[in-house]
């Protein structure tokens, strides 16, 4: 819990994945195995403190067809039972509505707070993994908050904890792209919590899925 004013009955997290969808269960699935805790909540709804809506419009779906679609089926069925057997805390009918900055050192990228607002509470974290934002819109959001955003708009997410897994620039990422950038992801927070040493992988793997061609 956190004791900050006005914000004393608020959940503290390392971690809130926006997306409950198969982007939003493999990151989740992957800092659980790297001992990062994290809360998954729906993908925001609603703008918040003037803020662009922030629901991607639909993308092109990848030309991969029926055989895509078998695998995607296949990977969300492995996640979800990880999910289960491991007790992730997925939050499928909770929404985020707004995500405030809650300021930071500088100097420090670990010192920075978010605040995610739901219908049901706060949740408080020091890393944020957005699954369902189009660039152009998370652009709108960075400068809604006060953020300068360069040329290279992940690079400015990452150095405020902000993560991208499973988003496009014009199609969607395949599910064997989503699974890759999830562990690049979960590596990345990973080495943020636990900066002088990595802990070791724990249970569970993708070692059923079909190999690829």
């Not at 990151?27 to 662009?52: H, K, Y």
């Not at 997925?90 to 420090?108: C, E, F, P, S």
């Not at 300068?148 to 992940?154: H, P, R």
Request: proline residues 6%; aromatic residues 2%.
């Amino acid at each position: 819990m956190s004791s900050m004013p006005g914000l004393s009955g608020a959940e503290r997290t390392t971690t809130v994945v926006i997306g409950a969808g198969l982007p939003g269960l493999a990151i989740a699935a992957e800092l659980r195995r790297r001992g990062v805790d994290s809360i998954t909540v729906s993908g925001l709804e609603a703008p918040g403190s003037g803020q662009a809506s922030q629901t991607a419009p639909p993308q092109r779906r990848d030309a991969a067809g029926v055989s895509s679609v078998q695998e995607r089926n296949e990977i969300l069925r492995h996640l979800r039972n990880y999910a289960s057997s491991h007790h992730l805390d997925i939050r499928n009918g909770t929404a985020a509505v707004q995500l405030d900055k809650m300021g930071a050192g500088a100097a420090d990228a670990s010192l920075h707070r978010w605040a995610v607002h739901t219908p049901d509470g706060v949740l408080l974290a020091d890393h944020i993994v957005l699954t369902r934002c189009a660039r152009s819109q998370l652009r709108r959001m960075l400068t809604d908050l006060g953020i300068s955003v360069g040329q290279n708009l992940v690079a400015a997410m990452r150095a405020i904890g902000i993560y991208l897994v499973g988003v496009g620039e014009l199609i969607t990422p395949t599910p064997r792209e989503v699974l890759r950038q999830a562990k690049v992801v979960g590596q990345a927070i990973s080495a943020k919590v636990y900066p002088d040493s990595v802990p070791s992988v724990l249970t569970g793997s993708f070692a059923a899925l079909p190999a690829p061609l």
